[in-house]
């Protein structure tokens, strides 16, 4: 059996079936973690994009049911190298290939993953279609399918993804703070990991407003990572807008800090072909610290990266820059509790050199607590 990845720009691929079988369409990407890959499939931020893996060897390990980031696998499409030919751990239930099989993602194993990253990295990340079986045909009327299949600038994803209904995820041990989190996307381990700082997790659908948000009376407010264009998410903006004028303790990551960034004034754009893995070095600017940091986005926020700038909410600086390319990591607001961050710090399956941002978090609403029952007594 045969299968075909097309791209847009009409350079070709031929390979074999992986995981189910058909046709299907998506941004092209690459991944560059040599670990992880239960998690990446099911992170929502990879919402309609065929993820590429740079690791020769993928599905050594099978899959288990402890380490999804969400309820389903997200990616549209998967390519892979060299496929592995028997699952081994302790944990796994069952083989990757299943698992893709009873997801519906059609994969295709190819022996040019280094090319199409080359590829990549030249071109830039584009639409491209993943084909096996009965969706075979002719490749001039395959590539006509890629380039009517929709593009990711300008695509609004976030409430495809998010949750329809709030829950809530209880605090391990004593409850210190009520979060407010808005989930655009969000991760599994990122309530995970403030439920063990004590934090009682109120999780908000996408399309949840200001109002929605301040009626909870939380401790601290949270916009999560996810998919698509930010320069689409004017209601989310709106909102955090309000949480901001309200004075409330906020913290957003990857989507969340492309929101805070608009919410600031500030403008996005689309990178070149992202950053995805758990390898990019990231400089926190205030002490020199480099960290090693899990990424997943394609677009970023253009800030001025010396010194601070106006914002309606007082100055604001970037916080965080990536070393391999100068791009905006993070921002922070300098006379308010707001901060945010673009790369992962909740970092399933890691690094977890990043993990104390979560304990900022909790300090700045802490602070804030003690300073508005401080004012009360007064």
Known sequence: MTAVLVL??????????????????????????????????TDPSYHRQIVAMTAPHIGNTGVNDEDPESSRVWVSGYVVREPARVSSNWRATRSLDDYLREQGVVGIAIPGTRALTRHLRERGAMRAGVFSGEALAPVEELLERVRNSPAMEGADLAEAVSTAEPYVVPAVGEKRFTVAAVDLGIKAMTPQRMAERGCEVHVLPASSTAQDILALNPDGVFFSNGPGDPATADHQVEALRGVLAAGKPFFGICFGNQIFGRALGLGTYKLRYGHRGVNQPVQDRRTGKVEISAHN??????????????????????????????????????????????????????????????????????????????????
């Open 297 to 378: 986005h394609g677009f970023a926020v253009q800030a001025p990266l010396e010194g601070s700038f106006d914002t309606p909410y007082g100055p604001a600086e970037v916080s965080h820059v990536n070393l391999n390319d100068d791009c905006v990591e993070g921002l922070r607001l300098v006379d308010r509790p707001a901060f945010s961050v673009q790369y992962h710090p909740e970092a399933a399956a890691g690094p977890h050199d990043s993990a104390g941002l979560f304990d900022r978090f909790c300090a700045l609403m802490e602070e804030n607590t003690n300073t508005t029952e401080g004012s009360k007594g007064a």
């Open 8 to 41: 847009e720009d009409g350079r070709v691929f031929h390979g074999t079936p992986y995981g189910a079988e058909g046709e299907t369409f998506g941004e092209m990407v690459f991944n560059t973690g040599m670990t992880g890959y239960q998690e990446t499939l």
